[in-house]
């Protein structure tokens, strides 16, 4: 809602607001009504007589003392009903004389009906204001349960389409074809429900894959909304395979803060199915191990779109190293934390180097992500 400081009613010079209420505003100042007694302590002020004390001793730290400017007091006159001069001294003569009078200093009935007034339209926009804005939020719930629902409904259908597979690959174990690594490049419609929902995500889960030009490794990216990445598999012995399950290893970031993420623990194992699809799991450190489920969408572009290829991907997973987010941690608390080491990357990453996935560090969560086990 916008603030309410900001919304003014003002006819003639007077306006009004719920930071300052009644007040006329003049050369971006703001002057309110000042209590008569108030304003009479002022306009008796004797500097010279301020410097002593009641038995008439001399302050060593007499009081300061800053006589308000020409545009108070003749705010003052104006919040009183009174003409103003043209000169300070007058001004402050002007309201001494009024403040000494029989009647005394006094908010004539007009002012009062003025105030009164812009009180009740002030507030009155401030709920019509009010009105618009809860419309305004409801409109916006309403289109985000309607997104949620059909989102839903679409990752059900995916699901069942999956679990349908599965079943069928059950019935058809004594005739497992290969698994054709080719195949797997390109774009998969992907349901997480602990991500899309834990998050309430608004924009769909995407997952590509690649075959590297050396063919020994599948590469991938992709946004999940909250955090997104690159992930590399492990290493590939031939085109194909009878084994349907391949485990990677991912780098990424979160899409907030951009803080990111790349130990031996972010580890995703999907099986895949004859139907063009996968299922299996996947970690972050956010939320921990999640399910995960895929299919090949259709009429996909291949490895094409999406961040620019197989290249850009391994550019990406190895330029989120240690040494970077230290540097990143630095620059985030206004620190200098050095140069990027994004230009030591290797050209070739399809060589003999192995990321920490091949190494026994954090294999005591293996079992944990054993598909043939969990699925």
């Not at 997104?147 to 679409?154: G, T």
């Not at 004859?274 to 939320?287: E, I, Q, T, V």
Request: hydrophobic letters at 30%.
């Amino acid at each position: 809602m916008a603030s309410n400081a900001n919304l003014l009613v003002s006819p003639l010079q007077f306006s009004y607001d719920r930071r300052n209420g009644f007040h006329i505003q003049d050369r971006h100042q703001v002057y309110k009504r000042c209590d008569p007694k108030e304003l009479h302590t002022l306009l008796i002020y004797d500097e010279e007589a301020a410097k002593y004390t009641k038995k008439g001793k001399l302050r060593k730290n007499p009081p300061r003392h800053t006589d308000p400017t020409h545009h108070f007091y003749s705010a003052q006159l104006t919040h009183y009903g009174l003409p103003s001069p043209t000169s300070k001294q007058a001004a402050k003569a002007a309201l001494l004389e009024a403040y000494e009078s029989e009647e005394g200093l006094t908010v004539p009935p007009h002012i009062l009906q003025c105030e009164e007034r812009l009180r009740a339209q002030y507030r009155a926009k401030e709920a019509r204001l009010l009105e618009e804005e809860n419309e305004r939020w409801r409109r916006h719930c309403e289109k985000e349960e309607k997104q949620r629902v059909k989102r839903k409904r679409q990752e059900d259908d995916l699901v069942a389409e999956i679990e349908g597979a599965t079943a069928s690959k059950k019935k058809q174990q004594t005739d497992v074809k290969p698994l054709d690594i080719q195949k797997l490049a390109g774009s998969y419609i992907i349901v997480a429900p602990k991500i899309s929902e834990g998050w309430n995500c608004q924009d769909p889960l995407q997952l590509k894959l690649a075959l590297s030009s050396t063919a020994k490794h599948l590469w991938g990216t992709f946004n999940f909304d909250v955090f997104e990445g690159k992930m590399r598999s492990q290493s590939l012995d031939t085109p194909t395979t009878t084994n349907r399950t391949i485990r990677f290893h991912w780098r990424g970031r979160e899409t907030g803060e951009g803080e990111s993420t790349f130990g031996p623990e972010n580890i995703a194992k999907f099986e895949f199915l004859p139907s063009g699809s996968f299922k299996g799991r996947m970690y972050w450190d956010s939320a921990g191990k999640f399910d995960i489920k895929g299919k090949l969408a259709e009429g996909g572009d291949g490895v094409g779109g999406l961040e620019g290829g197989v290249e850009e991907w391994k550019k990406g997973y190895w330029a989120i190293t240690e040494a970077n987010y230290n540097r990143e941690c630095a620059s985030r608390w206004g620190g200098w934390g050095g140069d990027s080491d994004d230009d030591e990357v290797e050209e070739n990453s399809d060589t003999e180097r192995e990321v920490e996935e091949d190494s026994d560090v954090g294999r005591e969560d293996e079992e944990d992500f054993d598909t043939e086990r969990e699925f």
